[in-house]
C-alpha cells in the first residue's frame, strides 16, 4: 500500500490512518460497550484497511470485511471546517454535523464513521439488541456504535485545541512536475501576448508555419507576410526577433 497522500489540506500518511482506526477499534473493545472486540478484532481491522486516493477506487467504504479510506472524496483542507455527516443525523447532537479545526479532525470522523460500520457489520449479527437493526446500513445499530465513539472519543478531540493542533505537521505539497513547453506554444502564447503578430499553420503535409507581422495599416496582408518556414524552433525564434525589433523602433 502506498505511504503518503497528497490532500488540500496537507499530507497524509497511511500510519496516521491506520492508528486512527486502531483508536476506534480500541474504544470500542472496552467491555462496558459489549460488542465483543477483541485483540483479535482489533488487528482484523487492520488488516483489512485500506487508504488510497485515486477517483477511480470507488468510495470511502466499510464493510464486514473492507475498510477502505479514500482520501480523493474527502477534500481535507485546511483550517476550520464543518463536517458534515449523513442526512438522517446530521442534526443530532453527537453524531452529527461538528466543527473541525484541522483536517486530521476531520479524517478521524470519516475513520470513525467507517469503523462503526465495520463493526456493525462484522459484530451486529453476534449482538442480540442489535438483531433487528444492524442490517440497515445508518439504522440503530450503526448510529449507536458511531455514538459511542463520536460522544466518548473523537468529538472531545476535534477542539480548537485537540486534535493535532499542537502538532506540527509538514504541509508538503505533491511535487510539481516541470512543465516543458515547446517552441510550438511558446510561439502560441506570443501571438497572444502581441496582437500584431500572428502564426499560420497551414497543415500542409510538410511542415511549414508562417509568422506575420501585421502592424502595416493596409489590406494587403499577404505583401507583409514575413514567411518562416522551417521549424516551430526558427519561427519562434523569428517571432521573437521581430519583436525584439519591433520595441527598438
Ligand atoms: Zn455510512
Given at each position: 500500500m502506498k505511504n503518503k497522500f497528497y490532500t488540500i489540506g496537507?499530507?497524509?500518511?497511511?500510519?496516521?490512518?491506520e492508528d486512527m482506526v486502531r483508536l476506534c477499534m480500541k474504544h470500542l473493545s472496552?467491555?462496558?460497550?459489549?460488542?465483543?472486540?477483541?485483540?483479535?478484532?482489533?488487528?482484523?481491522?487492520?488488516?483489512?484497511?485500506?487508504?488510497?486516493?485515486?477517483?477511480?477506487?470507488?468510495?470511502t467504504h466499510g464493510g464486514r470485511n473492507s475498510i477502505k479510506i479514500n482520501l480523493a472524496y474527502w477534500q481535507f483542507k485546511k483550517g476550520i471546517q464543518t463536517f458534515v455527516e449523513y442526512k438522517a443525523f446530521n442534526k443530532d447532537k453527537h453524531i452529527g454535523e461538528i466543527q473541525t479545526y484541522n483536517y486530521h479532525q476531520s479524517l478521524l470522523l470519516v475513520v470513525a464513521?467507517?469503523?462503526?460500520?465495520?463493526?456493525?457489520?462484522?459484530?451486529?449479527?453476534?449482538?442480540?439488541?442489535?438483531?433487528n437493526t444492524y442490517q440497515k446500513a445508518h439504522g440503530l445499530c450503526f448510529q449507536d456504535i458511531y455514538r459511542t465513539l463520536r460522544k466518548d472519543l473523537v468529538n472531545p478531540m476535534c477542539t480548537v485545541d485537540g486534535f493535532y493542533s499542537d502538532v506540527n505537521v509538514p504541509q508538503e505539497q505533491e511535487p510539481v512536475k516541470k512543465k516543458r513547453t515547446s517552441p510550438k506554444q511558446r510561439l502560441i502564447s506570443l501571438c497572444d501576448e502581441y496582437e500584431w503578430l500572428e502564426y499560420e499553420d497551414d497543415g500542409w503535409g510538410f511542415f511549414r508555419v508562417e509568422v506575420w507581422d501585421n502592424r502595416a495599416e493596409d489590406d494587403s496582408a499577404f505583401d507583409q507576410m514575413l514567411d518562416h518556414s522551417d521549424s516551430w524552433k526558427d519561427a519562434e525564434s523569428y517571432a521573437l526577433q521581430l519583436i525584439k525589433e519591433a520595441e527598438v523602433a
Open positions: 496537507g499530507t497524509v500518511i497511511t500510519k496516521e490512518v472496552k467491555k462496558e460497550y459489549e460488542l465483543r472486540i477483541n485483540k483479535n478484532s482489533i488487528q482484523y481491522a487492520l488488516d483489512v484497511l485500506k487508504v488510497c486516493h485515486a477517483k477511480a477506487n470507488g468510495a464513521h467507517e469503523v462503526a460500520h465495520h463493526v456493525q457489520e462484522k459484530q451486529g449479527s453476534l449482538i442480540p439488541r442489535y438483531r
